[in-house]
């Protein structure tokens, strides 16, 4: 876990620009000794985004899994990607 001060950000923000971006996770910035806010490279939060959207399509799909929906045949599931990918 990277944790700046705002005065860091405030005097250096290149630094913390970089850091965001060497980094690719999420930095927390304190203001007086407290957590205030966490500041990230957008190509993190977008990889961020994808993995959480990924994982609710996933759980979604345990639901059904769970619920006793039939699903659908591996001959089907192949046939169906066949169409999409050739």
């Known amino acids: 876990m990277l ?3 705002s005065t860091a950000l ?4 290149g630094a913390i620009s970089d850091l965001a971006h060497q980094e690719s996770e999420p930095i927390y910035i304190t ?8 500041v990230m490279s957008i190509e993190a939060f977008e ?4 993995l959480y959207k ?8 345990e639901d059904l899994r769970v ?3 039939p699903g659908i045949s591996l001959k089907e599931s192949r046939a ?6 050739g």
Do not use: F, P, T, W
Request: charged share 35%; no cysteine; aromatic share 6%.
């Open 54 to 61: 990924l994982k609710a399509k996933l759980a979604a799909a």
């Open 3 to 5: 944790i700046k001060s």
């Open 31 to 38: 203001k007086n000794g407290e957590g205030d806010i966490v």
């Open 10 to 13: 405030r005097n250096d923000y």
């Open 47 to 50: 990889q961020r985004e994808e």
């Open 80 to 85: 169906r990607l066949g169409k999409i990918y």
């Open 67 to 69: 619920s006793g929906h």
